[in-house]
């Protein structure tokens, strides 16, 4: 029996939850976001609470019923609070600037790499060595911080690279002579 799929969603003011056809849709001030319910699950909302329940005992009906749980809450926070990802560059001469629809990066390379803003994201730039992913879809903040960093990953003897404001580089020691 899932232990997450049990909790109750709470859906806090200011965010509207509708059922309907198999489909769960959320809105609230960061924007809409809607998902479809697999056949294995099936969701009540019934005052300020949305009720997730696996529809018969088969071992994929319990493995999606804690799985949409958990997206469907991750969908209700994302259009009340949304979330976010900070990203640290590191580097002589490494910097990003908004320039328009698109994210400029100086990474080392003999031309900058220009990132194209996605629809639902927000990028913001505070210093020249850092930057804020923003959105209401978590899977999607995620992917594009993910994929700002392939650009550079950081490199475990200087540390040179786009990490993540959370990660910590282990640091090799360089060649003896």
Same mark, same amino acid.
């Given at each position: 029996?899932?232990?997450?799929?049990?909790?109750?969603?709470?859906?806090?003011?200011?965010? =509207?939850?509708?059922? @309907?056809?198999?489909?769960?849709?959320?809105?609230?001030?960061?924007? /809409?976001?809607?998902?479809?319910? $697999?056949?294995?699950? #099936?969701?009540?909302?019934?005052?300020? /609470? !949305?009720?997730?329940?696996? @529809?018969?005992?088969?071992?994929? &009906? @319990? &493995?999606?019923?804690?799985? =949409?749980? /958990? +997206?469907?809450?991750?969908?209700? @926070?994302?259009?009340?609070?949304?979330?976010?990802?900070?990203?640290?560059?590191?580097? $002589?001469?490494?910097?990003?600037? +908004?320039?328009?629809?698109?994210?400029? !990066?100086? +990474?080392?390379?003999?031309?900058?790499? !220009?990132?194209?803003?996605?629809?639902?994201?927000?990028?913001?730039?505070? *210093?020249?060595?850092? !930057?804020? $992913?923003?959105?209401?879809?978590?899977?999607?903040?995620?992917?594009?911080? #993910?994929?700002?960093?392939?650009?550079?990953?950081?490199?475990?003897?200087?540390?040179?690279?786009?990490?993540?404001?959370?990660?910590?580089?282990?640091?090799?020691?360089? *060649?003896?002579?």
């Amino acid at each position: 029996m899932s232990r997450i799929g049990q909790r109750a969603i709470t859906v806090p003011s200011g965010v =509207t939850v509708e059922v @309907k056809n198999d489909t769960v849709t959320a809105k609230g001030k960061i924007g /809409t976001l809607s998902m479809k319910l $697999v056949p294995e699950v #099936a969701a009540q909302y019934e005052g300020s /609470t !949305l009720k997730v329940t696996a @529809k018969d005992s088969s071992d994929r &009906a @319990k &493995a999606m019923w804690g799985m =949409t749980r /958990t +997206l469907i809450n991750n969908m209700v @926070k994302g259009v009340a609070d949304g979330f976010s990802t900070d990203l640290i560059i590191e580097g $002589v001469g490494y910097r990003a600037a +908004l320039d328009g629809k698109n994210v400029k !990066l100086a +990474l080392g390379f003999s031309h900058d790499v !220009l990132y194209p803003i996605p629809e639902g994201i927000k990028i913001t730039v505070g *210093k020249p060595t850092e !930057l804020k $992913v923003f959105g209401a879809d978590r899977q999607q903040v995620g992917q594009v911080a #993910a994929e700002i960093r392939a650009f550079r990953p950081p490199e475990p003897y200087k540390g040179k690279g786009i990490r993540y404001s959370d990660e910590y580089i282990l640091r090799k020691e360089g *060649k003896k002579k």
